[in-house]
């Protein structure tokens, strides 16, 4: 059997506030192309299908061409809820989607409860674990002294694995979870709920397949514990990340081998560093034009209306941090910065922090008769 491991597809996210259906639909409706050419019997979706718990009707329109593709393209789907997903949503008509090869595994009750999918060589056992926010889960497992992630996880993998000792099946396991040894980056929401988020690997000893999901990156913990990460770029600091999926081989007696299939990049990322004039003038930035950037401006002013500028040139630029050459000046609190100054240096200092230049003689003049005139006194 041939099982195409994917998570957090995150459908309908945006990215610096730009939608990104349209490249989520080019790259996860290309899945289907790969289902096809690689003869997959089986895609997993490990968590985080939406984006969002209550996802816009745009997102939900997409996430059914894209499921609707990869299945006449051949594929049995199964899916499980990540942190993002609302379960009891996701899981809606999950009965009558099954019907249609789309299994929706969504209950806590029933995680031990496999979707079990035959090859030549018998039986596979796939079997969903949503993801188990601790206080709700040690509710629904029936168990109160469960307390955090590790608990909960370890009682469901205790279940799964009683399951699996009736059956003579080989066996895949769908997890939504922080894995200890995983990476993280910037765009995956805290699961750090109930004390410590992480879990020991182990739980998932004696399982032939592991196709974890939560974190972005693909990793590999171990040749039958995976991460598949995201399928796009959710953040900056995925720039480097390789987006793929696993290619999972199961024979007769477990697994046989695990190989990555990259995915294609819509829209690549890139980050700069400069001041305003040189990243608008400079040549050797014309590269950067077509990519998602992320800007550092380092003029010793902030420049006004950057972004806009930036914008002319580079269309796709979505994120702006001013961080001048040594360091922004220390704030100090106003009456330390005026002590032991007269009216007229505290005026003329603000003219020369504000535009960077020092009054000259005529300003001076006329801010020494303004403030004599304030004082009611005539100008020295």
């Given at each position: 059997?041939?099982?195409?491991h994917?998570?957090?597809?995150h459908?309908?996210?945006?990215?610096?506030?730009?939608?990104?259906?349209?490249?989520?639909?080019?790259?996860?409706?290309?899945?289907?192309?790969?289902?096809?050419?690689?003869?997959?019997?089986?895609?997993?979706?490990?968590?985080?299908?939406?984006?969002?718990?209550?996802?816009?009707?745009?997102?939900?329109?997409?996430?059914?061409?894209?499921?609707?593709?990869?299945?006449?393209?051949?594929?049995?789907?199964?899916?499980?809820?990540?942190?993002?997903?609302?379960?009891?949503r996701?899981?809606?008509f999950?009965?009558?989607?099954?019907?249609?090869?789309?299994?929706?595994?969504?209950?806590?009750a029933?995680?031990?409860?496999?979707?079990?999918?035959?090859?030549?060589h018998?039986?596979?056992?796939?079997?969903?674990?949503p993801?188990?926010e601790?206080?709700?889960?040690r509710?629904?497992l029936?168990?109160?002294?469960?307390?955090?992630h590790?608990?909960?996880?370890g009682?469901?993998?205790?279940?799964?694995?009683?399951d699996?000792q009736?059956?003579?099946?080989?066996?895949?396991?769908?997890?939504?979870?922080?894995?200890?040894?995983?990476?993280?980056?910037?765009?995956?929401?805290?699961?750090?709920?109930?004390?410590?988020?992480?879990?020991?690997?182990?739980?998932?000893?004696?399982i032939?397949y592991?196709?974890?999901?939560?974190?972005?990156?693909?990793?590999?913990?171990a040749?039958h514990?995976?991460?598949?990460?995201?399928?796009?770029?959710?953040?900056?600091?995925?720039?480097?990340?390789?987006?793929?999926?696993?290619?999972?081989?199961l024979d007769?007696?477990?697994?046989?081998g695990v190989?990555?299939?990259?995915?294609?990049?819509?829209?690549a990322?890139?980050?700069?560093?400069?001041?305003?004039?040189?990243?608008?003038?400079e040549?050797r930035?014309?590269?950067?034009?077509?990519?998602?950037?992320?800007?550092?401006?380092?003029?010793?002013?902030?420049p006004?209306?950057?972004?806009?500028?930036?914008?002319?040139?580079?269309?796709?630029?979505v994120?702006?941090?001013?961080r001048?050459e040594?360091?922004?000046?220390v704030?100090?609190?106003?009456?330390e910065?005026v002590?032991?100054?007269s009216d007229?240096?505290?005026?003329?200092?603000?003219?020369?922090?504000?535009?960077?230049?020092a009054?000259?003689?005529?300003?001076?003049?006329l801010l020494?008769e303004?403030?004599?005139?304030?004082?009611?006194?005539?100008p020295?």
């Amino acid at each position: 059997m041939r099982v195409l491991h994917t998570s957090d597809w995150h459908v309908g996210r945006t990215f610096h506030g730009r939608d990104l259906l349209a490249e989520q639909e080019a790259v996860l409706g290309g899945l289907a192309n790969l289902v096809s050419d690689e003869r997959v019997d089986v895609l997993v979706v490990s968590g985080d299908l939406y984006d969002r718990a209550v996802p816009s009707a745009e997102a939900v329109e997409a996430c059914a061409w894209i499921l609707a593709q990869i299945a006449e393209a051949g594929a049995q789907i199964i899916i499980t809820p990540g942190n993002h997903d609302s379960a009891p949503r996701l899981g809606a008509f999950a009965g009558f989607a099954q019907a249609g090869g789309l299994h929706l595994r969504t209950t806590i009750a029933e995680l031990h409860k496999p979707v079990v999918l035959p090859d030549e060589h018998g039986p596979v056992a796939f079997y969903g674990i949503p993801y188990l926010e601790p206080e709700p889960a040690r509710h629904v497992l029936g168990d109160l002294e469960l307390r955090g992630h590790a608990a909960v996880l370890g009682e469901a993998m205790r279940r799964v694995k009683e399951d699996l000792q009736t059956r003579k099946s080989r066996s895949v396991v769908l997890a939504h979870a922080f894995v200890i040894g995983g990476e993280t980056s910037d765009s995956e929401r805290t699961i750090a709920v109930g004390g410590v988020p992480h879990v020991p690997g182990s739980l998932f000893d004696g399982i032939d397949y592991a196709a974890l999901g939560h974190l972005h990156g693909p990793q590999v913990l171990a040749e039958h514990l995976r991460y598949s990460g995201s399928p796009l770029a959710y953040s900056f600091s995925e720039a480097r990340h390789r987006k793929s999926v696993w290619l999972v081989e199961l024979d007769e007696s477990g697994l046989a081998g695990v190989e990555r299939r990259e995915l294609p990049v819509p829209r690549a990322l890139a980050t700069a560093r400069g001041d305003l004039q040189e990243l608008l003038t400079e040549p050797r930035y014309e590269d950067l034009v077509e990519k998602f950037l992320s800007v550092e401006l380092t003029d010793p002013v902030r420049p006004i209306d950057a972004m806009r500028r930036l914008q002319e040139r580079f269309p796709h630029a979505v994120h702006l941090d001013w961080r001048p050459e040594g360091g922004r000046p220390v704030a100090r609190r106003y009456t330390e910065a005026v002590r032991g100054r007269s009216d007229e240096q505290v005026a003329c200092c603000f003219v020369e922090d504000a535009r960077k230049s020092a009054p000259t003689n005529a300003e001076r003049a006329l801010l020494r008769e303004a403030l004599a005139a304030v004082a009611g006194k005539e100008p020295e």
